[in-house]
């Protein structure tokens, strides 16, 4: 890019559209805290934190401790459950907020910002209240190894600093794989697009950079056990030839293009449009790999997830997506001198966010919906302890079973205080017919999650009177 485009990069009035994003996404986790905690995985992490009264890190990814941080502080301070939920819900968009700050201030990428927001809301409706999901914050820690990269500074020139600077960088790529294994995708994506825009071929800094994901990558994956979740999915790796073979079956192909023209809209019109500007500037050779990597990124998705899952899940799988698509249209938006044109563009923006943050909002309200329909539960049956099968409750708005015994407990008690909490567990018939119901201290949680008693909740916050489980029986 050229010192006069920097120069206009510098001025222009999009980055203050990125903050003023950041901002509406920060308020938007305040207002919406209880439908963020009280779901699915956050609602199942809270729990474990507050029991535990310490971090909780699953699957050994440790870069989680910064989000969780406020929360152990909550919890010794001894303040309301609802304050606590609240802190955990926008502790998030803090560490959000800062990642996206430092790659403005220090490594003068001046659309951090906005990517950072598109990337977390501009492919998503559901995946905005599956706040404890790694992924998220992979994508900020992607986002600063992205920065370091591309920075002006010139992180990769020799300088009395450049020990220190590609030490940063290695940590941000650690940081990145190791609050969940996408982070690879996000590092190799930046570390191909530096060497395609710089044609910088014989730097050996570069090649450090590669063989320490490639070390991270053999190691993570050698002490990923099969039968963990992780090393469900890379156990489908070596079937990629049959699975392509069949790929006019694959669930997850269909799910995303019955979605094109809804949740992926704006991320395959910005991916035609920032390839359509890189072949108009002959960047060839950047734009021959920004087309090779998102289409392997694709396809590669698809494949692992061939089987499907929940909605939640499957926009948090195309979610990389959105990084990698948009991150270099950002930096190739043409700031022009003609204030009609940055009109128009600043205007373009305005409606991606606004999109974004609609379908938020509407989802809110179908959280708001299972929160009601989890009142109407614990109204009919005037029971403290509810177990349920899953065929005597409406699945669509249950969703997933597993976690609605936290997800009640914790919502019951933030709303209504600890003396008017419950939990209603819903399972399958096999689940059912094995729980002991009969047990007055009993409190059922899913099996990988181990026994409790009603006694060991943690009585600052739950307080589950000795009783049997109330439970229909057909």
């Known amino acids: 890019m050229t010192q006069e485009g920097n120069k206009l990069q510098d001025k222009s009035p999009y980055q203050l559209l990125g903050f003023l994003a950041l901002g509406v996404y920060f308020i938007y986790c305040g207002v919406y805290f209880i439908e963020r905690v009280c779901y699915a995985d956050s609602a199942h992490m809270l729990f474990k934190m507050i029991q535990s009264g310490s971090f909780n890190i699953e699957a050994g990814r440790y870069p989680q401790i910064l989000t969780q941080i406020p929360v152990i502080l909550a919890l010794k301070w001894k303040i309301s459950l609802k304050a606590v939920a609240f802190i955990y819900s926008i502790s998030f968009p803090l560490f959000f907020g800062a990642a996206a700050l430092v790659s403005y201030t220090v490594y003068k990428n001046r659309w951090a910002p906005a990517l950072l927001v598109f990337a977390l809301t501009g492919t998503v409706n559901y995946s905005f209240f599956h706040c404890a999901t790694e992924t998220h914050q992979s994508i900020a820690w992607g986002l600063l190894f992205y920065s370091w990269i591309l920075s002006p500074v010139a992180v990769f020139e020799r300088s009395p600093q450049y020990l220190i600077q590609l030490l940063w960088g290695a940590l941000f790529a650690v940081l990145s794989m190791h609050a969940h294994p996408v982070g690879f995708f996000f590092i190799i994506f930046s570390l191909g697009y530096y060497i395609a825009q710089r044609k910088d071929f014989k730097n050996p800094a570069v090649y450090f950079v590669f063989i320490l994901i490639a070390v991270l990558s053999l190691y993570k994956t050698a002490q990923t056990e099969a039968t963990s979740y992780e090393g469900q999915f890379l156990s489908v790796i070596p079937e990629f030839p049959k699975l392509l073979g069949d790929f006019g079956n694959n669930w997850t192909r269909e799910y995303f293009f019955n979605e094109l ?109 299972r929160l009601a329909y989890m009142n109407k539960l614990h109204q009919k049956y005037s029971a403290p302890k509810i177990c349920l099968k899953t065929s005597q409750v409406d699945m669509q708005l249950i969703e997933v079973p597993w976690p609605v015994c936290f997800e009640s407990l914790l919502y019951s008690s933030a709303v209504y205080g600890k003396d008017s909490c419950f939990t209603i567990s819903v399972m399958s018939e096999e689940e059912f017919e094995a729980a002991d119901l009969s047990s007055p201290d009993n409190f059922i949680t899913p099996g990988f999650f181990g026994s409790l008693k009603t006694t060991e909740l943690n009585q600052q916050f739950f307080k589950i009177p000795p009783q049997p489980y109330v439970a229909e029986v057909e």
Not at 273 to 299: D, E, K, P, T
Not at 315 to 324: G, K, N, Q, S, V
């Open 261 to 369: 023209n809804h949740t992926y809209l704006f991320l395959w019109t910005i991916f035609v449009l920032a390839l359509a500007g890189m072949l108009r500037r002959r960047m060839f050779l950047r734009a021959s790999y920004y087309l090779l990597f998102n289409v392997g990124l694709l396809i590669f998705t698809m494949l692992i997830y061939h089987k499907g899952d929940s909605y939640v899940m499957m926009e948090r799988a195309f979610m990389p997506l959105a990084f990698t698509v948009a991150a270099p249209a950002m930096e190739l938006i043409c700031v022009s001198k003609k204030t009609r044109n940055n009109l128009i563009q600043a205007l373009a923006i305005i409606i991606v966010f606004m999109v974004g943050f609609g379908r938020i909002s509407e989802k809110a309200m179908f959280m708001d919906e």
